[in-house]
Nanobody, 127 residues
Framework: QVQLVESGGGLVMTGDSLRLSCAAS????????MGWFRQPRGKEREFVAA????????EFADSVKGRFTISRVNAKNTVYLQMNSLQPEDTAIYYC????????????????????WGQGTQVTVSA
């Protein structure tokens, strides 16, 4: 397994942008499909985005399509979530997750398929 540490969260205004980072330990980062999930207060954790091992394939939740992008730099063991046009409904704790398995859009949105998780970073968007 890899150990994951998120950073980059904060308090922003509606329409602002933020970039979250997730740094992974270990030398096998490039073998992992990486995902971002979020959990609003009092609600269940939900899928945001995922990226394949080379970065060639990405998947997004409908709620963030066109506003968020996901990328990775394997040489830096880091995955990013660029969030633009933030809205109050994007307020949540954001988690990155890792899964060592073949990329397939059918399993990406389900948190149970990821074996490693970070501690989360809070994103708050004020109206």
């Amino acid at each position: 397994q890899v150990q994951l540490v998120e950073s980059g969260g904060g308090l922003v205004m509606t329409g602002d942008s933020l970039r979250l980072s997730c740094a992974a330990s270990g030398r096998t980062f490039s073998f992992y499909v990486m995902g971002w999930f979020r959990q609003p207060r009092g609600k269940e954790r939900e899928f945001v985005a995922a990226i394949g091992v080379t970065g060639a394939y990405t998947e997004f939740a409908d709620s963030v399509k066109g506003r968020f992008t996901i990328s990775r730099v394997n040489a830096k063991n880091t995955v990013y979530l660029q969030m633009n046009s933030l809205q109050p409904e994007d307020t949540a704790i954001y988690y990155c997750a890792a899964a060592r398995r073949g990329y397939d859009a059918t399993w990406l949105p389900y948190s149970s398929n990821y074996e490693s998780w970070g501690q989360g970073t809070q994103v708050t968007v004020s109206a």
